[in-house]
Structures are given as structure tokens and as C-alpha cells.
């Protein structure tokens, strides 16, 4: 549903940041989102937060964003093209539906 806007994408182990599966896969993204990540739910934690939802999305320069959506020993991050595919689109229809098939691969 993403179309051109989908740059990137992977799926990594939370334990090591590993890549398991990509498209144009960086695997150095992915550990260093494994780390952000890692930070994000020590720090929330540490500072009496609620912890971190079912995603985190980091806006960068150019009409870029980063989506990470952690699920315990997984997660999955994306670089999108917001020129390309409407944040709108990605948010509330693109979003729900990967969370929903990345759910139910985990459960099978």
C-alpha cells in the first residue's frame, strides 16, 4: 500500500538487531534502531512513563520518517518517502495492517 513511498524495510531480532528479512535492507539501520529502541523503553521506564506503544516514528530531513514497531523479540522498521505515500495513509490504514499481519506471524 505504500507504493514508491516504502525506501526501505526490515525485520530484525531485538536480541542482537540482526536482519531476518528486508527490502533493501540496511543492516546497520537496523542495529542501530535496536539500540534506539532499547534506549527508548530504559528511558521511558527510568522516567516514570508509560512505556512505549506499538510504535515510534522518527521525522528526518527531505520528507523522510523512520516507523519502528518493536514486538518482543522482533521488530520492523521502514523508511518512507512522505512526498510519495501521505502520512495520513501510513498512520491509520498502512500501519494497523502491518501490525495486524506482523501479530498473526508471530502467533503461528
Excluded at 11 to 25: K, M, R, V
Excluded at 61 to 66: E, T
Amino acid at each position: 500500500d505504500a507504493g514508491d513511498g516504502l525506501l526501505a524495510t526490515d525485520i530484525f531480532s531485538t536480541a542482537d538487531g540482526q536482519s531476518l528479512y528486508g527490502f533493501n535492507s540496511n543492516a546497520k539501520a537496523c542495529a542501530l534502531f535496536n539500540q534506539v529502541t532499547s534506549f527508548l523503553v530504559r528511558s521511558l521506564k527510568g522516567s516514570n512513563f508509560p512505556p512505549l506503544g506499538k510504535y515510534y516514528i522518527i521525522d528526518l530531513a527531505d520528507s523522510k520518517v523512520v516507523l519502528v514497531i518493536p514486538m518482543d523479540e522482533y521488530q520492523m522498521g521502514m523508511l518512507v518517502d512522505t512526498k510519495k505515500t501521505q502520512i495520513g495513509l501510513l498512520l491509520n490504514v498502512i500501519l494497523p495492517e502491518i501490525i495486524d499481519k506482523f501479530e498473526d506471524a508471530l502467533a503461528s
